[in-house]
């Protein structure tokens, strides 16, 4: 007759298997709870910035508006671009913005430029 301990060996059911399977799926646990907050965290300080359009003051400036939406109580930066017909960038400046407690904020500045430029636009902006 044979016995449960004999069975276990025959059919490979031992305790000892289990424990790499749980240390793998705890380490994937981990490994998925720190990708996710590290995802919370990217969106929690994501700033994002709309064009609502430009003025051509002269061949050496642009006027460029734009609204930034997502962050408040942080400063923001902000890169604003001159553009000539040839996408060429012919102008830029860095806008810092003070924290605000509005949820967004519609901007206007100007942009210096060494040539006629023919449209402006806000190509990034991040917490600062």
């Known amino acids: 007759m044979t016995t449960a301990q004999q069975l276990d060996d025959r059919y490979g059911r031992s305790r000892r298997r289990r424990w790499p399977w749980i240390v793998v799926i705890a380490i994937a646990a981990l490994v998925v709870g720190a ?29 460029v508006r734009f609204q930034i939406t997502g962050v408040q109580g942080k400063d923001v930066a902000c890169v604003v671009e001159a553009l000539d017909e040839e996408f060429g960038v012919v102008g830029w400046k860095v806008v810092e913005i003070p924290a605000g407690e509005a949820h967004s904020q519609a901007l206007s500045v100007t942009v210096p430029t060494v040539s006629a430029a023919t449209t402006g636009l806000v190509n990034s902006c991040w917490v600062a």
């Open 35 to 63: 990708l996710g907050w590290s995802i919370v965290m990217q969106q929690v300080n994501a700033v994002d910035a709309d064009d609502l359009g430009f003025d051509l003051v002269d061949e050496h400036s642009v006027d």
